[in-house]
């Protein structure tokens, strides 16, 4: 049973601290965790509490929480349990379901520009690269370089694979044949807030003609209309700056509706 614990802490500490994943790679590994503990409801109402706690930005995983904790106030842990391995299948029939809602758009692609790390964009180009050969820039996504993250998997999938900076963004915008986000919440005004770098790909698509496309699961769909941006760690940026010097490090950011040529969604 400490053994268990153990490695519920571990994971969970694992969870809290990882920067470099989507918001639905994280969710995923949150359920794990949740199944992990979903007799234990100490470890439980923890996890729920600390995820709560540094996830309370992301609309995917707050709406899951509130989901979860309706079963444990009504103490129902064999629905619970149901609950959470019926969610642990149905992630890549949600993906399936946006793909296919976004081929006759996607298939019309040979070269797409992505940034940062998106589990669910990276499965899509997975399926799209199943019908037909594609080459996909990504932007490397500073601070915290996640953008290498997905350009690893799409490799190990044999996808032709492209690394640039952030800044050199335009000339692949312009050489390609359109962006493709994810997005952590789609505001009710039709707003994406997604990884900061997103707000430039977007007006770089307007200039050049290219068409600008974000892809969510319905659960990132919030009724709020606005999103507060939030600070991280600045030594992200800079380790050791000049003491007057004023840092800003925000992960994410707001793209207007206007520049988003299609949302895809399940």
């Given amino acids: 049973m400490k053994r268990d614990i153990k490695n519920i802490d571990r994971s969970l500490q694992d969870l809290l601290n990882d920067n470099r994943s989507g918001s639905t790679e994280l969710l995923e590994n949150l359920n794990r965790i949740l199944i992990?503990?979903?007799?234990?409801?100490?470890?439980?109402?923890?996890?729920?509490?600390?995820?709560?706690?540094?996830?309370?930005?992301?609309?995917?995983?707050?709406?899951?929480?509130?989901?979860?904790?309706?079963?444990?106030?009504?103490?129902?842990?064999?629905?619970?349990s149901v609950f959470l391995n019926k969610f642990k299948n149905q992630s890549d029939d949600l993906i399936e379901s946006i793909y296919k809602n976004a081929r006759k758009f996607l298939i019309k692609c040979n070269k797409i520009v992505t940034l940062s790390n998106s589990k669910t964009?990276?499965?899509?180009?997975?399926?799209?690269?199943?019908?037909?050969?594609?080459?996909?820039?990504?932007?490397?996504?500073?601070?915290?370089?996640?953008?290498?993250?997905?350009?690893?998997?799409?490799?190990?999938?044999?996808?032709?694979?492209?690394?640039?900076?952030?800044?050199?963004?335009?000339?692949?915008?312009k050489n390609s044949d359109g962006v493709l986000i994810g997005a952590d919440i789609v505001l009710s005004n039709g707003d994406v807030v997604n990884k900061?770098?997103?707000?430039?790909?977007?007006?770089?698509?307007?200039?050049?003609?290219?068409?600008?496309?974000?892809?969510?699961?319905?659960?990132?769909?919030?009724?709020?209309?606005?999103?507060?941006?939030?600070?991280?760690?600045?030594?992200?940026?800079?380790?050791?700056?000049?003491?007057?010097?004023?840092i800003r490090n925000n992960y994410f950011e707001v793209i207007d509706s206007n520049l988003i040529t299609k949302i895809f969604t399940d």
Avoid at 212 to 233: I, L, T
Wanted: proline share 3%; with cysteine.
């Fill in 36 to 80: 992990q503990c979903k007799n234990d409801s100490v470890n439980l109402k923890k996890v729920i509490r600390d995820s709560r706690d540094n996830f309370f930005s992301f609309r995917i995983i707050i709406k899951y929480l509130d989901d979860v904790e309706k079963y444990i106030r009504k103490e129902d842990y064999s629905g619970l």
């Fill in 121 to 173: 964009i990276e499965r899509i180009l997975k399926l799209l690269a199943k019908e037909k050969q594609i080459t996909v820039i990504v932007c490397e996504s500073r601070p915290m370089f996640e953008g290498r993250v997905l350009a690893s998997n799409l490799i190990k999938a044999g996808i032709n694979v492209e690394l640039i900076t952030d800044a050199n963004g335009a000339a692949a915008i």
């Fill in 196 to 246: 900061t770098g997103s707000v430039a790909a977007a007006v770089l698509c307007r200039y050049y003609k290219k068409p600008f496309y974000a892809a969510a699961q319905r659960s990132k769909f919030s009724k709020k209309k606005q999103y507060k941006p939030v600070e991280h760690n600045k030594s992200e940026i800079w380790k050791n700056p000049p003491a007057s010097l004023k």
